[in-house]
Nanobody, 125 residues
Framework: QVQVVESGGGLVQAGGSLRLSCTAS????????MGWFRQAPGKEREGVSC????????YYSDSNKGRFTISRDNAKNALYLQMNSLKPEDTAMYYC??????????????????WGQGTQVTVSS
């Protein structure tokens, strides 16, 4: 049984930083591209950042480039997202997931599965 658990969210002031972590069990973590996604109330889930199986290739949405850094540690079955210069519009539930389908644009949520419960990030102005 695959289990994905996110942590590290919280309340932070605009301009602050948070580091999200995700651990996955029940799958061969190193075989999967992984991604961070977020969903704000009333909005669709969107891709924040994705990383290939060995960490050599990364994707960032335009709104996050230069502020967020994705990384992974395959030895620990762990995925990370360092978020700096946070803005109120970054407020959302953040999810970690593994890519299980092909044929979609990079970091498209429809290509991902094994979703965790999410961790809430709230940025105050």
């Amino acid at each position: 049984q695959v289990q994905v658990v996110e942590s590290g969210g919280g309340l932070v002031q605009a301009g602050g930083s948070l580091r999200l972590s995700c651990t996955a069990s029940g799958l061969t973590f190193a075989n999967y591209a992984m991604g961070w996604f977020r969903q704000a109330p009333g909005k669709e889930r969107e891709g924040v950042s994705c990383i290939n199986w060995r960490g050599a290739s990364t994707y960032y949405s335009d709104s996050n480039k230069g502020r967020f850094t994705i990384s992974r540690d395959n030895a620990k079955n762990a995925l990370y997202l360092q978020m700096n210069s946070l803005k109120p519009e970054d407020t959302a539930m953040y999810y970690c997931a593994a890519q299980i389908r092909r044929g979609y644009n990079e970091c498209d949520a429809r290509a991902f599965g094994y979703w965790g419960q999410g961790t809430q990030v709230t940025v105050s102005s």
